[in-house]
């Protein structure tokens, strides 16, 4: 009786110690989605790039949310990176080597709320180099979702032949 009943301990021992260290499920806002960026840095001046951030729920616990990240500049060059987002404050950083030499981009956005499915950052960064680096500011407004077309349905008018189409 006694050993079962420290068999017994000894197994909600370690259940109660796996649910304390599970995570906890994602409680922050999401914002995944296809952001269209303005920006202007100390180097090359006013510029445009588009930023997809799509979120992690794996890795994002709590109230902070772990996301993929990549910018697509005006001529297709794409940068990979991650971002973490804490309330309305996100972390972005990215890769911005060919592979030769690493040189990262590091950026600290506020986020806001525009609709109640959209939103926007502003976005402050760093890019590091061998002449000191440069520095800038982008804007970054998340593109409206894509509307889905109706269907229409196809109608032949049995006497003309005719097709009509309705909504």
Request: with cysteine; hydrophobic share 35%.
């Amino acid at each position: 009786m006694k050993k079962q009943f420290l068999f017994f301990l000894i197994i909600l021992y370690s259940s109660l110690m796996s649910l304390a260290h599970a995570k906890s499920n994602f409680k922050g806002n999401d914002y995944s989605g296809v952001y269209a960026c303005k920006g202007s840095n100390n180097k090359v001046g006013d510029y445009e790039v588009q930023a997809t951030l799509k979120l992690n729920r794996l890795s994002s616990q709590g109230a902070f949310g772990v996301y993929d990240f990549n910018t697509e500049t005006e001529n297709s060059w794409i940068y990979q990176g991650q971002a973490i987002a804490n309330g309305n404050k996100l972390a972005l950083t990215f890769n911005l080597s060919n592979g030769v030499a690493a040189e990262y981009s590091t950026g600290l956005a506020d986020i806001q709320k525009i609709s109640p499915n959209r939103w926007a950052y502003t976005n402050h960064y760093y890019e590091p180099d061998d002449s000191g680096g440069d520095y800038g500011t982008e804007y970054c407004v998340m593109e409206k979702p894509a509307k889905m077309a109706k269907k229409t349905k196809k109608l032949v008018n049995k006497k003309t032949n005719a097709v009509e189409r309705r909504l």
